[in-house]
């Protein structure tokens, strides 16, 4: 045991991808790995009931075997280290191994691949072939002797890398050589004895988390995610604030893409760690990203997207080499950037109506991206409708004054139970703020207990009985409510909603609502058509539909049933554009045929603004 | 006048090119020229009669005017300090500008060129376009833009780059922006107000000399050309000697593809001073070279060209991104190298075919590129015949006692008059050593007055009279004649030729006359057969024809009128590909056309190569 006076911590390294962080001594290996950026799959909430959460302590000093582990796992896995991760309290530096199986692997969007049909056709193509012997009898060349074996699908001209590796690789080799193809071009010839594959990760850059997915490009299987935060952040949390640091820094477009660039290694580097590829052995990425993003990944200058008319630089699918991005992947990869549609409708927003299959489907169907930007797209039955709204950052925990990210200790649910609120947070930790959900969750909470008006004030002292009217308090925009007393806090500080958030709540899911009846207007429908919703990005992921609907996020005509949550479909339609030219030949088609309504060209606007930021 | 005692020198910089040289006081400035590599055209042979070689003191003390320069040249003329190279002696530190129309610029190839038909269709394509502004009415993406306005030949993906660049471009330029296109991509988008073109560069890298080609690629019209010395032959003069340094040195094949990259990059630089043309205007080259040369620049290695059974790692034509090469021209520029056939017949053979338009010729026609390793191309009328041998260094002065390149002072030509030798050394100085064509010329006398027998030996004392036999003395193989006398030399020591140097001539001759016959013999040709013999390459431009026959380099029965040189071919043929793609592909039919026949397999090459060695 660590024998430090005082707050002693310890740090703790994950397996095999190397993720470590420093936590108080005492912790749960879950709350240790999540704060890490390691997900492990907490079925049962972290009750130790499921067994699921499986890891093997390597080194370290660790609490003895609760009930629940002694219950769960047999005295051979106890002896050999396997532990609980939910269970398992943490005193001193530690190694600990995740294995596959126990992380949260099994992302929404992840699902909603394996349900969607897709033809596996990368735009790699790969073979081994076995390269005769030159002779006096027969003087070809070596690549012409390697032709001889190739089919006409992988008979490309080489890059010069390729070439430069040839003449050693068919004769280390005894000519067995592993041949990679990229873009109708040789790009990789090795000795086929290597243990080598062909890899592919697509990867979703946000403005404030990147996601990045691995594939193992000869069969489709998914391998393994990692997620993190874009360190651009620092620079402001929205995409005009990015812009504006690459307008006025000195070497600002430059930092910023660094920026990008070193997330999206670090997500890749992460996700092949897990699996243990080697990222050389990748030889295509896919990136989405909203249009900003897009830009400074690429090194375009955003500038342009600032101000009227709000235009890119370019508009459809681009192909760079990897070593143009200075990606740590393979320097010959192909890295494809999905199109995009106008300046605030990226090619995430392609990848969600690609992934979700939005277009054909026979009843009109809505798509909502929830993030600083929102998106929406409409299909109509016939035509497909985009549009952009600020909405803000509130919907992610920022300028909320107890706002926070969905991280361990965020409160992300509010029930109303026996007239009072019951709160919820992320790993079961001591309150530290609120995140999107846990905001709707207790905007709609506050509403059915009538401490919030339609207009979205407080109700005034005394108005209100019940158990709940005693968290208000304060008067004007001060005024609160107390969502987690001190004693339920982790800084012994209570977790308050200030009569200014409410506000900045409405304004935010105000100018998603306007931008739903806009595209709903323009495409000659009423919000009753709609057959169903659906919530894209991490955030639509974890919302309550019933909360979206109750504060009137969405059309009031909507059952909570028609409001479904499918995760990161940006990410998932760059997993598509990955395994499948097929689906990257769609992006285009759909992102050309995309109809963009610049709303705040539109007449009735303001009207419907205002409108939208009543409560229902 | 410099003041300094004894040897003063001065330093010569020459303008627009920059090429410079230190040599003594008093020198011509058409010597001092030729010496830096500034090649000055004296059709009168430098006796200023023809007034051609016109250029410009910009600062520095000459001599007064000769009476030469007084007839040709017009007062106002003499006044700006226009004067003669070829008259003008140089007394202190000068800078002089050499226009273009003085510079010995129409070299034979060019001169090839220009009587051969070809179509100016290059790889590079580029248009001038307007780009519309944004509008919230239009808010195509810059890119969408763009393409609106080209053509369907010039809508093609972008670079990355080009991409980066449109932005500012489009808004600089009032929307007016120069495209440039290469390899079905563009590559360069820049305001079309800026004063550039779209240029070309044609280079030929051989073992040892080095020449690069300037074309404008929109035009098609020639602009200049440079030459300069391999670099690489530090390590050795022939080909195997820089196998053996990329094979046992460490980084040896890095350092050789450094210095060929260097030389490369010099030519193109000089050629593109000359004409003011900044070199990343130049969108794309084109190389030819020996199989080992075309290797090294690639960086591809060139261990297996050297043993049995020979193989290149590639055959077919390439192309390279000028910065995977480190080119000095535009980075995007599309570098092409043209096919090789074996491992000793070279790119630089397919531009000799190409150009001298072989294929197709109604009767037989034999091209022989004579250099270190020495190429034979046969026409039989119907089909294409290859073969290479190694005549060594002999004919470009190397291992001869006192050969030397052609370079100023070297014995270039020697006649027979009154009995006795006469010389002639370029640029009329005193005799330094002889070169190539001096020793064709020297051998071809020798045997003309008896001093030479047919098997190589020197005749001896008392056998031949005349004035000439006074030049024969010592015995064995250090028998010698002496060619030049130290009064006529410029260390006053005399100029030899000796029985070993006699001997190395045989043995290459032989070389060259054995893989004629054998390919003669495999085409089931006799001499006579033959329409024409093309010699190529600088070697071929200066042999006198009549003692190439003289010493059986070619068959007897050929005249000398039948015997042609076409100067460096082999760069002709990289000019063709750079101009014209329909030329490249004709060299890519040509090379596969090509039947290679390995003389060290044929069974009666001994015999032949014994008999070869013979003097007629």
């Known amino acids: 045991m660590t024998e430090n006076t005082a707050a002693p911590t310890v740090r703790l390294q994950?397996?095999?991808?190397?993720?470590?962080?420093?936590?108080?001594?005492?912790?749960?290996?879950?709350?240790?790995?999540?704060?890490?950026?390691?997900?492990?799959?907490?079925?049962?909430?972290?009750?130790?009931?499921?067994?699921?959460?499986?890891?093997?302590?390597?080194?370290?000093?660790?609490?003895?075997?609760?009930?629940?582990?002694?219950?769960?796992?047999?005295?051979?896995?106890?002896?050999?280290?396997?532990?609980?991760?939910?269970?398992?309290?943490?005193?001193?530096?530690?190694?600990?191994?995740?294995?596959?199986?126990?992380?949260?692997?099994?992302?929404?969007?992840?699902?909603?691949?394996?349900?969607?049909?897709?033809?596996?056709?990368?735009?790699?193509?790969?073979?081994?072939?076995?390269?005769?012997?030159?002779?006096?009898?027969?003087?070809?060349?070596?690549?012409?002797?390697?032709?001889?074996?190739?089919?006409?699908?992988?008979?490309?001209?080489?890059?010069?890398q390729a070439l430069r590796a040839l003449p050693g690789a068919v004769r280390n080799s005894g000519g067995r050589v592993r041949v990679a193809g990229v873009n109708g071009r040789i790009v990789s010839i090795t000795p086929a004895a290597e243990r080598d594959g062909i890899y592919g990760a697509a990867v979703d850059i946000g403005t404030t988390t990147v996601v990045g997915y691995l594939f193992d490009l000869s069969t489709g299987e998914y391998l393994a995610s990692a997620a993190s935060y874009n360190p651009q952040a620092q620079h402001g949390a929205d995409v005009i604030s990015r812009i504006n640091f690459a307008l006025t820094e000195h070497d600002g477009l430059a930092q910023l893409q660094a920026e990008a660039i070193s997330v999206v290694n670090e997500v890749i580097e992460r996700a092949a760690a897990q699996v243990q590829v080697e990222t050389r052995h990748i030889f295509e990425v896919t990136i989405v990203g909203n249009t900003c993003m897009h830009h400074l990944v690429?090194?375009?200058?955003?500038?342009?997207?600032?101000?009227?008319?709000?235009?890119?630089?370019?508009?459809?699918?681009i192909d760079v080499e990897a070593r143009d991005l200075g990606l740590a992947v393979n320097q010959s990869a192909n890295v494809h950037f999905l199109p995009v549609i106008a300046g605030f409708v990226g090619a995430d927003t392609v990848g969600v109506i690609l992934a979700a299959e939005l277009v054909g489907q026979p009843r009109p169907v809505l798509a909502v991206d929830i993030g600083t930007n929102g998106e929406v797209a409409l299909w109509s039955g016939s035509e497909l409708f985009v549009a952009s709204c600020a909405a803000g950052p509130a919907f992610e925990g920022a300028q909320i004054q107890h706002g926070m990210r969905a991280g361990p200790g965020a409160i992300e649910r509010v029930d109303v139970q026996d007239g009072d609120l019951v709160i919820h947070t992320i790993g079961g930790l001591s309150a530290v703020g609120i995140c999107g959900s846990g905001l709707f969750d207790a905007v709609a909470a506050l509403l059915d207990l009538g401490l919030l008006d339609v207009t979205g004030r407080y109700a005034p002292d005394g108005a209100v009985?019940?158990?709940?009217?005693?968290?208000?308090?304060?008067?004007?925009?001060?005024?609160?409510?107390?969502?987690?007393?001190?004693?339920?806090?982790?800084?012994?500080?209570?977790?308050?909603?200030?009569?200014?958030?409410?506000?900045?709540?409405?304004?935010?899911?105000?100018?998603?609502?306007?931008?739903?009846?806009?595209?709903?207007?323009?495409?000659?429908?009423?919000?009753?058509?709609?057959?169903?919703?659906?919530?894209?990005?991490?955030?639509?992921?974890?919302?309550?539909?019933?909360?979206?609907?109750?504060?009137?996020?969405?059309?009031t005509t909507l059952e909570p049933e028609q409001v479904r949550g499918i995760g990161n479909a940006a990410g998932a339609g760059a997993v598509l554009a990955l395994l499948s030219v097929e689906e990257r030949r769609r992006a285009e088609e759909l992102a050309a045929r995309a109809i963009h309504v610049e709303l705040f060209n539109s007449p009735d606007f303001q009207d419907v603004f205002a409108d939208a930021m009543f409560f229902p």
Do not use: W
Not at 498 to 509: E, F, G, S
């Open 14 to 160: 994950f397996k095999p991808d190397g993720a470590a962080v420093v936590v108080p001594a005492g912790e749960t290996i879950s709350s240790a790995a999540a704060q890490a950026g390691v997900f492990i799959a907490l079925p049962c909430g972290g009750r130790g009931t499921c067994g699921n959460c499986r890891v093997k302590v390597l080194s370290g000093d660790v609490a003895p075997p609760t009930e629940a582990e002694v219950s769960l796992l047999s005295e051979k896995h106890l002896e050999a280290g396997v532990r609980l991760a939910c269970q398992t309290l943490v005193y001193s530096d530690a190694v600990i191994e995740v294995p596959q199986s126990s992380r949260a692997l099994e992302r929404k969007e992840i699902s909603l691949l394996r349900r969607r049909e897709y033809t596996v056709c990368p735009n790699v193509c790969h073979c081994v072939a076995e390269v005769g012997e030159a002779t006096l009898g027969n003087q070809q060349s070596d690549l012409a002797r390697l032709r001889d074996e190739l089919t006409e699908h992988m008979d490309v001209p080489p890059s010069i």
């Open 465 to 555: 009985s019940g158990r709940a009217a005693g968290r208000l308090e304060g008067e004007g925009t001060a005024r609160r409510v107390e969502l987690a007393h001190a004693a339920e806090t982790a800084d012994r500080t209570p977790v308050l909603l200030t009569q200014t958030d409410i506000r900045k709540v409405q304004l935010a899911k105000g100018a998603v609502r306007a931008a739903v009846e806009l595209l709903l207007r323009r495409a000659g429908l009423a919000p009753e058509d709609l057959s169903e919703v659906l919530l894209a990005g991490a955030f639509g992921n974890y919302v309550n539909p019933r909360s979206a609907l109750r504060i009137g996020l969405l059309p």
């Open 298 to 317: 690429l090194g375009l200058d955003p500038a342009h997207l600032g101000a009227s008319p709000y235009v890119p630089v370019v508009d459809e699918a």
